[in-house]
């Protein structure tokens, strides 16, 4: 516990200097200036564009008047409710009149624009006729030119229009139609990054200056969003907001410009219209909270001290929990307490993220998605960390089998071989090995089932005969697939058995196996003895040593892991079970598929013990195909999801017929398979955001929906390539090759759990080996395939629609193409194949 606590308190110190090394709070220039020349308003909210009712169009105004001299509107209908209450207290106003493609409309502009002229003769200052009407290309100059001298006579008011900058320069006879030039420079919009601000917008007032050298200027929109995406280098933050506009006041009373900036109140309705980063051009939020004031300390960030203190307890409520009951030194501690305070950070940034930014519907649905998907990749992500720590900076192994084990005592050894259709050549390696045996107490029992031609079992039937009275050969017909099988042999094993030994019919096995091994089952608490599974088929092609450094992995690596904690899974090949125990909880259970990994559960709720030693002692073949490789894996994976639903009571914190550690490792199991089911649908969900962010342009919730992905991934790297060259002695490329292999089961693991939860009873497949697996027209990977399409497709799509540079849509393709990885491993591990066929034909 003391190196719990003392990792807690210097990753927690880690924390605190992270926060409190941030920009929380900055000095910036204040500005010369107590108000504000003029803000541009909109009396709308939320993102349907509703209208805010008089009253509240009273409170805007009132607090307004406070921070700014004048404002500026952009339509008749905006304008006539805001004159109604800044009459009431001599709030100037610039009169916008909207010009748009629509003719008719622009026609009862004008008619509103007139009536308003004539009721509110002394707060209308200017009129401006349009708004950007020719950069958007709604009307051509004629058109533009023949509204504003209409307008001169109803009014004696100064008319102006409002283009940005380049549209002055461009149309330079638009200078003669109006009483003086209303600009837009925008840095923001320009790509322009913050320490350039001031002297662009020089650059570009003095450009329409030169110009049009006699009339005067006023910049009618300047200002820089507090959030959203960059443009380039263009980077929206409240510090840069507040370093924008109080730096550009400054410049402008030094200069004597008329101003205007945009805009008093941030818009959510905008983000439809200007992607996400249109909603925060306002100096206000939308709920009214000025964002910062005109001179002093700028506060970037006022609930950071909450917030750290929330991941501070987060982080070691997370490290508390995945250190309990596990064997630690200080190194395994502090590194697993800093991984679960990068975690904890994670989770707080994308708890707060509906918080500091404005949530539309898709953006609720994708949040609480992610956010929801996000929970079983952390915990995975962390059991990833903690295997990694533990097996590389933490205490050795102390539980591996020695190998040098002696007993008096040679309990009975009945080998059960159940074969289902077995190729006799593959079957007569195995026991024919098995007849080599240097333990001299033994017995094994041929157990053909439900195979009727006589081609698999009539040579094998000889070929016990040969081997001597050791061998029982045993043609039945039963149900319940491979549990069943075993059942029926147990009915015909030795009296005198103590221990029932299986393996599968394509092993051939050490003559040394029982020796070195059955000695453990003196301690009569010890029901279970395993050894690893491995292959001799691996170097045949480059497809099976792929499936063979793949499979080695969870035999060095997971099962050392769970065997420190008693918790090994246990496989229906070279394995020995106690007899008496395996019959006290029941013998082979029918209801699963997994009758081998059950079994060893249900052991362990008795009490009993299993050992595991990582030396060979068998060697067996290979699936012939991804088809049989991933129908391998879906069998385990459908099976663990039905041992989960059978035994999911005996894991309730107060059931007590496991240890705590062993349910730790058994739930963290079952977190593996459920983390690789829960790619695809994110894979999913992101491939369905990417047209809204192309089409829309409305931001994601970057942390749940990408972060996670990628700290999982770069977790799965380093936990594949460097327990692999240490525990399992891999070279590089075995490692990567392994790394494909695994990969490509994400979408048949995917399956197979959404079939565990959803079907029950599905039988057990065999898994085609020894080169006659049966040839299939279809594609094994079509459904990888056009995710990986799709992926790439979203990928490419992102990166080259992304002309403003956008950091976060960059994070995001990235995460799409890390979601492609299993998938393109699905099409790589079937080229493999394909290859491999074609030089096994050569």
Known sequence: MRYIILGLIMAGLFQVFFWITKDNRVSLVETLSEKIESLSYSPYKGYNKEILSPSEIED?????????????????????????????????????????????????????????LQKYPNNIENVIVGNEVLLRADINEIELFAYIDFMREFTNKPITSAETWDVWER???????????????????????IEQFNSFVIEKYNVVKSIHPNKKITIGETGWPSHGYNNNSAVPSLKNQATAIRSFINLAQENNWSYNIIEAFDQ?????????????????????????????????????????????IIGALITLYGLKNQRLNISHAFAYAIAAQGMAFGIVMAVIYPFTNYMNFGMWVMWGMGTFLMIPLIIITLAKANELFRNSIGIAPQRLVPLDLKSDNIPFVSIHVPAYKEQPHVLEETLRALSRLKYPNYEVLVIINNTPEEFYWKPIEKLCEELGDKFVFMNITCTGFKAGALNAALEQTNKEAEIIAVIDADYVVESSWLVDLVPLFDDPKVAIVQAPQDHRDGNESIIKAAMNAEYAG??????????????????????????????????????????????????FEAGYIAHYTNRRYGYGLLPDTVEAFKTQRHRWAYGAIQILKKHWKEFKPSANKLTARQKNKFVAGWFFWLSDAMGPVMAVMNIIWVPVIIFVGVTIPTIPLT???????????????????????????????????????????????????????????????????????????????????????????LIFTNHSGIVEIYVFAATIFIQSIPYISAIIMRRLELYSIKNQKS
């Open 60 to 116: 805007d105004v009132n607090m307004l008047s406070h921070i700014t001299n004048k404002v500026r509107t952009y339509s008749t209908t905006d304008a006539k409710v805001i004159l109604e209450e800044a009459s009431k207290i001599n709030l100037p106003v610039d009169l916008g009149i909207w010009l748009s493609g629509d003719h008719k409309e622009n026609h009862l502009e004008i008619e509103r624009a007139i009536k308003l």
């Open 707 to 797: 972060i996670p992905i990628i700290t999982a991934f770069l977790v799965n790297i380093l936990h594949t390539f460097i327990l692999y060259r240490m525990k399992v002695k891999a070279s590089l490329k075995d490692t990567f090759l392994s790394s494909i292999a695994s990969m490509s089961l994400q979408l048949i693991i995917f399956k197979a759990v959404f079939d565990g939860f959803v079907k029950d009873g599905l039988p057990f497949k065999r898994t085609q080996k020894g080169g006659k697996a049966k040839k299939t027209s279809d594609n094994p990977i079509k459904h990888e395939t056009i995710l990986a399409v799709l992926l790439l497709i979203s990928f490419f799509a």
């Open 554 to 603: 969870f035999f060095d690596i997971g099962m050392i892991d769970r065997n420190e904690e008693n918790a090994i899974v246990v496989h229906g090949t070279m394995v020995m079970v106690r007899l008496s125990s395996m019959m006290e909880v029941g013998g082979w259970g029918t209801d699963t598929i997994v009758e081998d990994s059950e079994l060893g559960l249900r052991l």
């Open 171 to 193: 149309v330079p006879e638009l200078a003669n139609h109006v009483d003086f030039l209303t600009i837009h420079i925008l840095p923001y919009w320009e790509k322009v990054p």
């Open 268 to 312: 959510q309705w905008k983000g439809y219209d200007e992607g996400n980063v249109g909603q925060y051009w306002g100096i206000f939020t939308s709920d009214r909270t000025l964002k910062f004031y005109l001179s002093g300390d700028i506060e970037i960030n006022e609930n950071w001290l909450y917030q750290m203190i929330a991941a501070i």
